[in-house]
Every structure is written in structure tokens, then in C-alpha cells.
T-cell receptor, first 113, second 116 residues
């Protein structure tokens, strides 16, 4: 089906482990985004990408790494997971800059023990 | 500094009541874009509306309406005759600059519960 998908939907890991969250979109949107959602903080931007091989930091990038070798994929890696990274992670995409609506994936609930 | 403020953390109403969700924003740009998103209990965020800073016309879509007032930097969202299916978290968001910005800044959200 067309759209934006995230995998896994749920993940439990341990402190210090590396975790990669996957995001895939079928619209060929230029822009892709990663957010985390925490109670009391709303959604905060972690990283975004304007096109393949172009990425930039958002509001809370520390502890995260992204890459974008193909337009349709935008994986987010936690190199050494910490408990503070327990959160719900949303991937989004948009046709162009943020004055166009962003389309969100279903989210990944990550728990770091 | 927080640029989008949704002062109402939670609102609870009874079905068929009207309810208004407040959004106050802060920006130095003359060109900007405002958004509302809905996050139902299923978790996915759904786009509801986009408004640019040059268009202060109110908009109505079915039971939903939006009131944009630059004088008070507000972009409020009203649901008329609320229904249980309207129960969700609603987010207001801001994108600054001509042509928009890569960064969409969200408010912390208002959780709306509509009771039968």
C-alpha cells in the first residue's frame, strides 16, 4: 500500500544497545522528518532531511544518527540507547518545505530498559 | 523559547457540546503558516488544516471551524456539536518564513475527551 510506514511498531531494548528505527515512504516526497513524542513535551523534531544525502539537526538530535541514501528511506539509529530515549517515534514526510502538510507514519513505541 | 502555546492541557465535554481549542503562537516573521493536527487514540497524526499568515478568513469544514486572528496571534479551533469520535489529542503547529521552513514547531497538545 502507498503511504508512510515505520518498523518495528514496538521495540524493547536495553541500555547501551544500538537500535535502528526504519521509515519508508512511497510518495517520493523530498522531505522526511523524525520526531519524538513525550508526555508534556508534545512532538519534538530530532532530524530532518531535505533530499537524499541531505540531513540536518532538529531540536533534540543528541544520541541519534540518521542517513538517507535513498529518497524513500530515512532510518533513525540510536547508537547507544539510554532510558531517556524511551519514547514514541514518528516519521513524517512532505512534498516540500513545511508549509505543506506533513504526513505521519503510525509511530514506533520504543522502551529502553 | 516556545513558539506555540496550547494552554489547555485537557478538556472534557459531553457529546453535542461545542468546544474551542486555543492556540497562541509567537513569531517575528510576517510570513508564516499555522497548522492543526489530530491524534486519535490509534496514535497516528492526521492533518486537519493549514493557514498562511496573509489569509485571515475563518474557515469552516463541516463541524470544524478555525478562527485566525493576527492581532492576538491566535489560531483557535472550534468543534460544533462534538461527538465521541472527536476524542483525540489536537496539536497546533507553526512554520515560519516565506515559503515555509523545514521545521514545524508543535504545541504540547490539548487532549479532548467527549463523553456520551
Amino acid at each position: 500500500d502507498a503511504g508512510i510506514t515505520q518498523s518495528p511498531r514496538y521495540k524493547i531494548t536495553e541500555t547501551g544497545r544500538q537500535v535502528t528505527l526504519m521509515c519508508h515512504q512511497t510518495w517520493s516526497h523530498s522531505y522526511m522528518f523524525w520526531y519524538r513524542q513525550d508526555l508534556g513535551h508534545g512532538l519534538r523534531l530530532i532530524y530532518y532531511s531535505a533530499a537524499a544525502d541531505i540531513t540536518d539537526k532538529g531540536e533534540v538530535p543528541d544520541g541519534y544518527v540518521v542517513s538517507r541514501s535513498k529518497t524513500e528511506n530515512f532510518p533513525l539509529t540510536l547508537e547507544s540507547a539510554t532510558r531517556s530515549q524511551t519514547s514514541v517515534y514518528f516519521c513524517a514526510s512532505s512534498v516540500s518545505r513545511a508549509y505543506n502538510e506533513q504526513f505521519f507514519g503510525p509511530g514506533t513505541r520504543l522502551t529502553v530498559l | 523559547a516556545q513558539k506555540v502555546t496550547q494552554a489547555q492541557t485537557e478538556i472534557s465535554v459531553v457529546e453535542k457540546e461545542d468546544v474551542t481549542l486555543d492556540c497562541v503562537y509567537e513569531t517575528r516573521d510576517t510570513t508564516y503558516y499555522l497548522f492543526w493536527y489530530k491524534q486519535p487514540p490509534s496514535g497516528e497524526l492526521v492533518f486537519l488544516i493549514r493557514r498562511n499568515s496573509f489569509d485571515e478568513q475563518n474557515e469552516i469544514s463541516g463541524r470544524y471551524s478555525w478562527n485566525f486572528q493576527k492581532s492576538t496571534s491566535s489560531f483557535n479551533f472550534t468543534i460544533t456539536a462534538s461527538q465521541v469520535v472527536d476524542s483525540a489529542v489536537y496539536f497546533c503547529a507553526l512554520s515560519e518564513g516565506q515559503g515555509g521552513s523545514e521545521k514545524l514547531v508543535f504545541g504540547k497538545g490539548t487532549k479532548l475527551t467527549v463523553n456520551p
